[in-house]
């Protein structure tokens, strides 16, 4: 049965792998800063940046099956440098402008609607050079639990805390053969992510086979979240 799902975010990487998978099944609303990347897809594009637009739900549908936030960054830098600026440019992208779209959109999502959410490993697998983005993200796990508990039964909550994923966002920790190498060596399942990883977890957690399912952080992470092989 067709859903209508907006996606906030999904011009590139992970995003538009989802787009990829989703479109043509589903009545699929991307709002993003730009849709370069998305011609020939069978979606609607709504204009959007997150750090400066209003959500306009006038242009929207009355009602959604589905919603996915994915924009998203990654700041690596030592404590020592991270100035209280990075922090919260990490929180307004990731968390506050989050929360500012949700409190639009929920209203509008349907009796069984899925909201999916993006953490990352760090959460959940202290690592060093990731305490901004692991501040920002564990915010987003927190809320997600908050939120699948105030709104169940009617609408399920869950989040995909990935490790790195080969994606525009990414590519300068990827940049040659000796990174890719030393990168895929870290997981336990020696590689690192694709866009499809995680697109299939998301279009799994928009499923109607994922009714049971809600206020859970899965990680999609070749097994470094739990697994030390060392």
Same mark, same amino acid.
Request: hydrophobic letters at 40%.
């Given at each position: ?86 922090? &919260? ?15 639009? %959109? ?8 899925? %909201? ?48 790195? %994923? ?5 590519? &300068? ?12 060596? &870290?997981?336990?399942?020696? &590689? ?39």
């Amino acid at each position: 049965m067709e859903k209508k799902i907006l996606m906030i975010g999904g011009s590139h990487g992970i995003g538009k792998s989802i787009v990829e998978e989703l479109q043509g099944e589903n009545e699929l609303h991307v709002a993003s800063r730009s849709n370069d990347g998305l011609e020939g897809f069978d979606i609607q594009y709504h204009k959007f940046d997150v750090l400066e637009d209003e959500l306009d739900t006038s242009s929207l549908p009355d009602q959604f099956d589905g919603f996915i936030y994915c924009p998203g960054s990654i700041t690596l830098k030592p404590f020592k440098m991270l100035k209280m600026e990075d922090f &919260r440019s990490e929180m307004e992208l990731n968390f506050f402008s989050l929360v500012k779209v949700l409190q639009d %959109v929920m209203p509008k999502m349907a009796e069984g609607g899925s %909201v999916v959410l993006f953490s990352t490993v760090a959460v959940g697998t202290g690592m060093p050079y990731h305490a901004s983005i692991a501040a920002a993200k564990g915010a987003i796990e927190g809320f997600a639990r908050a939120m699948a508990a105030e709104y169940a039964p009617k609408i399920r909550v869950n989040v995909i805390a990935p490790s790195l %994923v080969d994606t525009p966002l990414s590519s &300068r920790l990827l940049s040659n053969e000796k990174k890719q190498e030393a990168m895929a060596d &870290r997981h336990p399942l020696k &590689r690192f992510g694709k866009p499809s990883d995680i697109a299939s977890m998301a279009t799994f957690l928009l499923s109607d086979n994922s009714s049971w399912m809600t206020g859970q952080t899965l990680g999609v992470d070749g097994g470094m979240g739990v697994l030390n092989l060392n």
